[in-house]
C-alpha cells in the first residue's frame, strides 16, 4: 500500500539571535547581532500508512510541532523531502491542505468574534466545500462531538473544552484523509479528554483517517495509538508497534513481597534487591533471565511471603527509558 505520509531525511534549522550576558553584551547584540544556528529537527524520516494512528511523541524541544508544522506547510524544512498523499507541501500547499485537518491544542483556528457556527460556515466558504459535503459532515461532527449545546455560543465564550471540540469539528470539516493533531487535549479535564480520544477513535474507525498526534498525555498515547514514533534532540529515537517498544525498552520487571516476619536471607542470584521497607521488599529482575513463576517459587521455598506482586513495565517506564538516554 502507498504510503500516506513519507518523510526523508528532513532538517529545519533555526536562525537565533545569540545573546551575550551583562549590559554591554547586550548592546553589542543589539548593534551587531550574532546569529548563530540551531537544528530544530536533525534529519527525521518516518512514513506512515493509511488507516494508522501514531503517537508523535519526545521531551520538550524535541522537534515535535517543528515536524508537524512542515508536514502541513507552514515552515518549509532547510533540506529533505517530504509527501502527504503524494503532494508536496512546500510545492503545493493549497492542495496538501484540502487532504490535511490540523488541530494545534494550544491555539485556535476558529474565529474568536463569530458564533461557532458562522465559524463553521466561514470555514466552508474558506475551504469551498461542496454544501451537501459539509452539511453531512457537520452532522455527523455535531453529533459525535455534541456541539448543538454551544453552536450558537460565541466562541469567546466557549470553555476549553468546548473549544476543543469546535476545533476537532473545524479540521473535520472538508473530510481529510489525514489528521495532525498537536496536544489537542491539552488542560483539558477528565471528561473532555475522554470526548476528543473518542472523537478520534471514531473518525478513524467511521472514515479510515489518518492521525498523527503530539501528546505528553500518556493515557492518550495508551488509549489511541497502535505506533509510537518517539524523536529527541530532532532526531528518530524509537519508532515501533507500543507492545513491542515496552518489551524492548523495559526488559526488566519487579516483584514485591510482604513478609511475614522479618528474614535476612533475603537474596537472589537472578534479581536485584532495589528496596527495603519493614516486611516489604522490591525486587527487580530481567525477564529474560529468569521468569516471574520462577523466581517466586524460589523465594517462597526458603521466605516466610505473606503477599506479592509483580509490577510490569507500563508504557510509561519505557519512555521515561528513551527520555533518559543510553544507558552508561
Ligand atoms: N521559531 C523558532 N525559532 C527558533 N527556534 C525555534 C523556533 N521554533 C522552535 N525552535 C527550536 O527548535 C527546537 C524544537 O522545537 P519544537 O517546538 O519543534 O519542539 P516540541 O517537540 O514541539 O516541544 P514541546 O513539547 O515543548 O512542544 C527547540 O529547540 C526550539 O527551541
Ligand atoms: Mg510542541
Not at 515501533?240 to 542470584?269: F, S
Request: aromatic share 6%; net charge neutral; with cysteine.
Amino acid at each position: 500500500m502507498a504510503a500516506v505520509i513519507e518523510v526523508k531525511d528532513i532538517v529545519k534549522e533555526y536562525v537565533v539571535a545569540k545573546k551575550e550576558s551583562g549590559l554591554r553584551g547586550a548592546l553589542k547584540g543589539l548593534l551587531f547581532p550574532d546569529k548563530k544556528v540551531v537544528r530544530g529537527v536533525d534529519g527525521i524520516s518516518f512514513s506512515i500508512q493509511p488507516g494508522e494512528i501514531v503517537g508523535y511523541i519526545g521531551p520538550n524541544g524535541a522537534g515535535k510541532s517543528t515536524t508537524i508544522k512542515m508536514l502541513t506547510g507552514i515552515l518549509h524544512p532547510t533540506s529533505g523531502s517530504i509527501r502527504v498523499c503524494g503532494i508536496s507541501p512546500q510545492a503545493d500547499r493549497k492542495a496538501v491542505v484540502r487532504k490535511l485537518g490540523v488541530v494545534f491544542g494550544q491555539r485556535t483556528q476558529l474565529y474568536w468574534d463569530l458564533r461557532l457556527g458562522e465559524s463553521f460556515e466561514l470555514l466552508r466558504r474558506i475551504y469551498q466545500i461542496d454544501v451537501s459535503v459539509y452539511e453531512e459532515n457537520l452532522n455527523e461532527l455535531s453529533r459525535v462531538l455534541r456541539l448543538e449545546e454551544f453552536i450558537d455560543t460565541p466562541v469567546r465564550q466557549l470553555s476549553l473544552g468546548q473549544r476543543m471540540r469546535g476545533d476537532l469539528a473545524a479540521a473535520m470539516l472538508h473530510s481529510p484523509s489525514v489528521l495532525f493533531l498537536d496536544e489537542p487535549t491539552i488542560g483539558l479535564d477528565a471528561e473532555a479528554k475522554h470526548a476528543i480520544r473518542s472523537f478520534i477513535k471514531e473518525m478513524n474507525r467511521l472514515r479510515g483517517v489518518t492521525v498523527i498526534l503530539t501528546t505528553h498525555d500518556l493515557d492518550d498515547v495508551e488509549q489511541l495509538c497502535d505506533r509510537l514514533v518517539i524523536v529527541n534532540h530532532g532526531k528518530v529515537v524509537e519508532d515501533g508497534p507500543i507492545d513491542a517498544l515496552i518489551g524492548k525498552l523495559t526488559p526488566r520487571r519487579m516483584l514485591v513481597i510482604d513478609l511475614q516476619e522479618p528474614r535476612d536471607d533475603l537474596t537472589h542470584p537472578a534479581a536485584e534487591i532495589v528496596k527495603q521497607e519493614g516486611l516489604k521488599v522490591w525486587y527487580q529482575f530481567e525477564k529474560s533471565r529468569i521468569s516471574a513463576a520462577e523466581l517466586i517459587a524460589d523465594l517462597s521455598r526458603k521466605l516466610p511471603i505473606q503477599d506479592l506482586s509483580v509490577k510490569e513495565p507500563d508504557i510509561e517506564d519505557a519512555i521515561r527509558e528513551v527520555y533518559k538516554g543510553p544507558s552508561a
